[in-house]
């Protein structure tokens, strides 16, 4: 994908960004939280595998707050990454890499054996639990000796079902009411993204992928913890949580 079809990926970046913001107000917040956690545990230039990649929202913020990082990029989302390749064209810090992460076999397409750290949000939750446990075994190959891995995404503690039934609740009160505002939710950014000439060929490909939408399995945090000490890690535990959201880290 090249800038020479005149797309503005730019734009395509920021529609994205509130597209997400109306499920997560408080994404950037997290964002912020995980490159602090990146900086204080690996340094500020850490070679970085940016996994369920998506439009490069990680890969754009770890640069942009550490000039000296590089990014790796892993998705198998065919419109997402034509954006995330738009975006970061001719940045040599930045690779990109088409793969499923339930192939076993993904890890043969990455430049490298290890990474400081391998960072994810928003993404896994399409995993149920047992292809997800598989996967943060892998991940704890790539992760070097003191490296971190960190996932931010919707984590479901069921012990609580009233303060979930509430949270819920709220949630979507407020997100009614910035829908009747004129937010654009998933559904309808991805009907944008099918009627772009240069998106409109990955969108299809994308949907004969995933269907409308993949959800898997939302576990604990305690649970992610669990799995991941068991899966080769050496300590693993929230750094930061919403109501709705948590920032798990790991540290190999």
């Known amino acids: 994908?090249?800038?020479?079809?005149?797309?503005?990926?730019?734009?395509?970046?920021?529609?994205?960004?509130r597209q997400q913001e109306w499920y997560m107000p408080d994404r950037e917040e997290r964002f912020r939280i995980m490159l602090d956690m990146?900086?204080?545990?690996?340094?500020?230039?850490?070679r970085v595998l940016d996994l369920a990649c998506?439009?490069?929202?990680?890969?754009?913020?770890?640069?942009?707050?550490?000039?000296?990082?590089?990014?790796?990029?892993?998705?198998?989302?065919?419109?997402?990454?034509?954006?995330?390749?738009?975006?970061?064209?001719?940045?040599?810090?930045?690779?990109?890499?088409?793969?499923?992460?339930?192939d076993p076999r993904w890890r043969e397409s990455l430049p490298y054996d290890s990474y400081d750290a391998v960072l994810t949000a928003t993404a896994l939750h399409w995993l149920h639990s047992e292809p997800l446990a598989a996967l943060y075994g892998q991940v704890a190959e790539l992760v070097r000796d003191g490296g971190v891995f960190m996932n931010a995404d919707h984590m479901i503690d069921d012990s609580t079902p009233r303060i979930n039934a509430a949270e819920r609740a709220r949630r979507h009160a407020r997100m009614d009411q910035a829908k009747r505002e004129g937010v654009l939710d998933w559904t309808e950014w991805w009907q944008l993204a099918a009627e772009d000439p240069v998106l409109a060929e990955p969108t299809a490909r994308r949907f004969e992928i995933y269907?409308?939408?993949?959800?898997?399995?939302?576990?604990?945090?305690?649970?992610?913890?669990?799995?991941?000490?068991?899966?080769?890690?050496?300590?693993?535990?929230?750094v930061w949580c919403s109501p709705s959201d948590t920032l798990l880290l790991a540290v190999k």
């Open 211 to 238: 269907g409308e939408h993949a959800d898997g399995d939302t576990p604990s945090a305690a649970w992610h913890a669990r799995t991941l000490l068991a899966r080769g890690f050496g300590e693993a535990r929230p």
């Open 54 to 102: 998506g439009t490069g929202s990680i890969t754009g913020r770890l640069l942009a707050r550490f000039p000296e990082a590089t990014s790796t990029g892993v998705d198998l989302d065919p419109a997402l990454l034509a954006i995330a390749r738009g975006t970061f064209e001719g940045d040599e810090r930045v690779t990109f890499v088409t793969a499923d992460l339930k």
């Open 1 to 17: 994908m090249t800038t020479s079809t005149g797309t503005d990926w730019a734009a395509w970046q920021e529609s994205w960004d």
């Open 38 to 46: 990146v900086e204080a545990l690996v340094g500020t230039a850490p």
